[in-house]
């Protein structure tokens, strides 16, 4: 799908072939090169050609977001790093962008609403960020984290930092595909028919994007999202960006974004998309249960999501090679064994 909206920015925003390969580089030796695991059970299952899980579940700090946070940082000046960074986040980003900080030489401070999961803040502080909690009552957490962010960005010089809206976050975050594309081809796999990826904010799947239509032009990436909160999927059916009301809740709280970024978006509508995919809670909860079952991996809600729309789309997918992103971990014990249960 390509609208006027790609056209115009799609040169200036989508990542180039280079800076791919330029983030690819960097971050071998520094990410977790994360497990591509083989489900052949379900496979059979599912009446499936293949299926692989790529477990992000196993990055650092918990989650796919060290690579965009790492490689964004790379990109700091020795002016920026004195005064340090800020950014908004429920909690992945929140993790992930101490330790990619601290790796560079500067400091973080985090603004998270006040309702993100405990375990969330508390291990964000433990990687080394200063945290500020945000109420946000009625309206859109995001919207009022980040305006808490701007507003300390301002006052004591920090950068501000997007964590899916940036360029730079979304080439790390592309490096995922790369990993895929290599462990297949070295196993002597075919390439993947489609592979389902969580959306969210987008920048997790438009690095994953962009990097099969450059290794794989035949694989479709298909964006999942919980019920309420399927904003990429509106503004890719409607070829705009879309904001959507604070109408529900969902446990899936890394996927509550109410629009796409400007960044991710323009990756997204200049590519051939898998269609869109919703899931409800109750699906997502049978999901994390099938891989804590299957392979006792443990995923959050927005980890199993993409788990959760291939078992409700499995025949549609029927002699196809596919991949399921898992995209984190971080999520309390007593809430997985509330969720699964």
């Known amino acids: 799908m390509v609208n006027e909206y790609s056209k115009v920015n799609a040169k200036r925003l989508i990542p180039s072939n280079q800076d791919i390969d330029n983030a690819m580089n960097a971050l071998r030796g520094i990410v977790v090169e994360t497990p591509l695991i083989e489900m052949p059970e379900l496979a059979v299952e599912l009446k499936l050609n293949s299926l692989h899980l790529k477990l992000e579940s196993m990055q650092r700090t918990g989650s796919f977001k060290f690579r965009g946070a790492y490689w964004r940082c790379m990109q700091l000046s020795p002016e920026e790093k004195i005064n340090g960074v800020v950014a908004f986040s429920s909690g992945n980003f929140a993790q992930a962008l101490p330790v990619a900080t601290s790796l560079v030489g500067t400091t973080t401070k985090i603004v998270m609403p006040s309702d993100a999961p405990p375990v969330k803040k508390t291990r964000s502080e433990g990687f080394g960020a200063e945290v500020v909690l945000t109420e946000h009552g009625n309206r859109g957490r995001e919207l009022v984290a980040a305006k808490k962010a701007e507003q300390i960005s301002k006052e004591e010089n920090r950068v501000l930092l997007h964590p899916f809206d940036d360029r730079d976050m979304i080439a790390g975050n592309s490096t995922v595909a790369v990993e895929i594309v290599e462990a297949l081809r070295m196993r002597s796999y075919p390439l993947p028919d489609n592979v389902y ?116 789309n499995a025949k549609l997918e029927e002699g196809k090679d596919i991949i399921v992103i898992a995209s984190g971990s971080n999520i309390q014990p007593m809430d997985f064994i509330r969720y699964i249960e």
């Open 197 to 312: 990826c969580c959306a969210g904010g987008g920048g997790l799947i438009s690095g994953i994007a962009i990097a099969f239509a450059r290794y794989s032009p035949k694989t479709r990436v298909i964006p999942v999202e919980p019920k309420g909160f399927d904003s990429t999927g509106q503004s890719l059916n409607m070829g705009k960006l879309m904001t959507l009301h604070l109408a529900k809740t969902s446990i899936c709280d890394a996927l509550q974004a109410l629009s796409p970024g400007k960044v991710p978006f323009a990756c997204l509508s200049s590519l051939n998309m898998g269609s869109p995919m919703v899931v409800i809670d109750e699906q997502v909860c049978e999901a994390m249960a099938l891989a804590y079952e299957l392979r006792r991996i443990i995923l959050e809600p927005a980890g199993a999501a993409p788990l959760a729309a291939l078992m409700k």
